[in-house]
T-cell receptor, first 118, second 113 residues
Framework: EDKVVQSPLSLVVHEGDTVTLNCSYE??????LLWYKQEKKAPTFLFML????IEKKSGRLSSILDKKELFSILNITATQTGDSAIYLC??????????????????FGQGTILTVHP | EAQVTQNPRYLITVTGKKLTVTCSQN?????MSWYRQDPGLGLRQIYY???????DKGDVPEGYKVSRKEKRNFPLILESPSPNQTSLYFC????????????FGPGTRLTVL
């Protein structure tokens, strides 16, 4: 059974701090790892990682994947109150339906609740 | 605007009363999916659909039904809701099955008393 574990489950910091969120996984037929940000609504896509060692960056957010050790980290530097959210890690595996058609199946971690205080 | 819409956004109902949560996307996506989100468990897939008239079970399909008669719509049906189906539900879509889910609906918060 595919498994994705995030840590910590909850984190409280002050504005300006740097945070590191962790995601470890065990899946069969790995294709990619994704990070989503969820505020009081639907998850919104942040990054997709497919190769080890290549950092993806968007503003103050960055992420990297280690396919050998089966984990990823999401870094947020100079945090702001607007970064408060649940951060979800999901791993995409190649699966097949009953008819033999392949598709991308996502397995999500529990999420990390980040709270940034002013 | 490209989007996934769900209705209703909030619903309180009683055990056993059939309900349907609608999901619609305007991006001509082939691949659609339903998830439920519960504290400490993340999002879990209920059902998915690769195209019109093609649906299959996800990880937690018990107590749910779906249909895909048109490409844009993918309703979730609870024939006889029970309290353990109280949850936050998300519909999601993707251009095709080989592409990951990047478009999520706004969510439906369901409470079954």
């Amino acid at each position: 059974e595919d498994k994705v574990v995030q840590s910590p489950l909850s984190l409280v910091v002050h504005e300006g701090d740097t945070v590191t969120l962790n995601c470890s996984y065990e899946v069969t037929n790995f294709r990619s790892l994704l990070w989503y940000k969820q505020e009081k609504k639907a998850p919104t896509f942040l990054f997709m990682l497919t190769s080890s060692g290549i950092e993806k960056k968007s503003g103050r957010l960055s992420s990297i994947l280690d396919k050998k050790e089966l984990f990823s980290i999401l870094n947020i530097t100079a945090t702001q109150t607007g970064d408060s959210a649940i951060y979800l890690c999901a791993v995409e595996a190649v699966a097949q339906d009953a008819g033999g058609t392949s598709y991308g199946k996502l397995t999500f971690g529990q999420g990390t609740i980040l709270t940034v205080h002013p | 605007e490209a989007q996934v819409t769900q209705n209703p956004r909030y619903l309180i109902t009683v055990t056993g009363k059939k309900l349907t949560v609608t999901c619609s996307q305007n991006m001509n996506h082939e691949y659609m999916s339903w998830y439920r989100q519960d504290p400490g468990l993340g999002l879990r897939q209920i059902y998915y659909s690769m195209n019109v008239e093609v649906t299959d079970k996800g990880d937690v399909p018990e107590g749910y039904k779906v249909s895909r008669k048109e490409k844009r719509n993918f309703p979730l049906i609870l024939e006889s809701p029970s309290p353990n189906q109280t949850s936050l539900y998300f519909c999601a879509s993707s251009p095709r099955p080989q592409r990951v889910m990047q478009f999520f609906g706004p969510g439906t918060r369901l409470t079954v008393l």
